[in-house]
């Protein structure tokens, strides 16, 4: 039997599933096929559910019987049989000398952005928003910029990514540089290394790419540690990979001094201490980090280096090299950092500094890099602006 829209439509109103009002043109993707020689499967949508109707007159209501022809058909799809809404504990409903069964599927519609982040889990929502929003994604051969645009696995989804930006016109300052890495003085605001490959801003991994001497791009690029975006101040970055593996090492060892300067408001009563607390990821804030005696160690020690205007300059040496480690630590003691937009408030930029970085390149030399403090740190402390 031919099976059309409006097949679909007369039956969805036997099961007063539709009504008058509803016409042909709301019945999408129509698919047949017979499960087996004595029967055929419809499977369709209707304003945006989909459904699946057996054609079969040796059913005979026997709902297990109709199940194994629809799951024969439609192997791991989950749904619920509708009744006959005539005969209570009935199912069949005629139509055209056959009786007709209606499955309701489990609807697997999804947001354009949420179906893309569960497709490609490398890749954050955020950043197919970001994509979406560009117009570089299509649905069924239309271009959606909506991240919120329904859509079903049913649905043909491309994505045309344009070629990524070179950023060659960029800059970072560099404080040194040797045949085995390069450092840098990276400024407050711009992101160490890219979240995924979909992330196309330019970063301190983009920088290092283009002094590379071997193939690091699996090690991106030479990045050997991190500064969180808003932190600025002087950076290491291999060139080879023997120099990867040796900064690499060298910061797991903790043979790296590392040196920050900071500026909170108010006083502490000590002009030199060690905050020795252990930290883990906090559970109901992404992204975010607590003190939690569970939490794995971290020890700070803290030196008052300037007390003005109702702000101190700190000097911060970490012992250890836990994700936000010194902003946690001074929240606790209930002194955020000024401009900590996540454990206190925002002001113009976070006033975290990486001032100083001595290590021993892989010639086996010890260098101490720095980085002048910047001038808002000491208007702030000096200035009280």
């Keep these: 039997m031919k099976i059309t829209a409006r097949t679909c439509l007369a039956i969805l109103r036997r099961f007063d599933v539709a009504n008058d009002e509803n016409i042909p043109r709301q019945i999408e993707r129509i698919e047949v096929s017979n499960p087996s020689s004595i029967n055929t499967l419809a499977t369709f949508r209707f304003n945006k559910q989909p459904y699946a109707i057996l054609f079969d007159d040796t059913a005979e209501d026997d709902i297990q019987y109709v199940e194994i022809q629809m799951m024969r058909a439609m192997p791991g799809t989950d749904g619920k049989l509708l009744e006959n809404p005539r005969h209570v504990g009935s199912y069949g409903v005629p139509y055209e000398g056959k009786d007709t069964y209606l499955y309701e599927l489990d609807n697997a519609i999804k947001r354009l952005d949420t179906h893309l982040a569960n497709t490609y889990p490398d890749y954050s929502r955020s950043s197919w928003q970001k994509q979406i929003k560009a117009g570089y994604v299509s649905v069924n051969g239309e271009v959606i910029t909506s991240t919120k645009h329904d859509v079903s696995d ?35 605001g711009v992101l160490t290394h890219a979240k995924n490959e979909l992330d196309d801003e330019f970063t301190v991994e983009t920088f290092l790419a283009r002094y590379n001497e071997d193939d690091l791009s699996e090690q991106r690029h030479g990045v050997v540690h991190r500064l969180d975006r808003d932190t600025s101040g002087v950076m290491v970055g291999a060139r080879t990979l023997a120099s990867y593996e040796h900064l690499k090492a060298a910061f797991a060892d903790r043979k790296v001094r590392k040196t920050y300067i900071a500026l909170i408001k108010g006083e502490l009563n000590q002009p030199e201490f060690i905050i020795d607390l252990p930290i883990a990821r906090h559970p109901s804030k992404p992204g975010s980090f607590r003190i939690d005696q569970k939490g794995k160690s971290a020890q700070t020690k803290v030196t008052v280096l300037e007390e003005a205007n109702g702000y101190s300059l700190l000097q911060l040496q970490p012992a250890t090299g836990r994700t936000h480690q010194l902003r946690v630590h001074l929240a606790h003691l209930g002194h955020p950092i000024v401009g900590d937009r996540l454990y206190g408030s925002s002001d113009d930029r976070l006033y975290l500094h990486a001032h100083k970085l001595t290590l021993t390149t892989l010639d086996g030399i010890r260098h101490e890099f720095s980085s002048p403090v910047p001038s808002e740190f000491n208007a702030r402390i000096f200035d009280g602006e």
Excluded at 155 to 168: F, G, K, S, W, Y
Excluded at 174 to 187: A, G
């Design 154 to 188: 049913d649905d043909e989804i491309t994505v045309a990514l344009p070629d990524r930006p070179t950023h060659d016109e960029k800059n970072l300052p560099i404080v040194y540089i040797d045949e085995s890495c390069v450092v840098i003085d990276k400024p407050a």
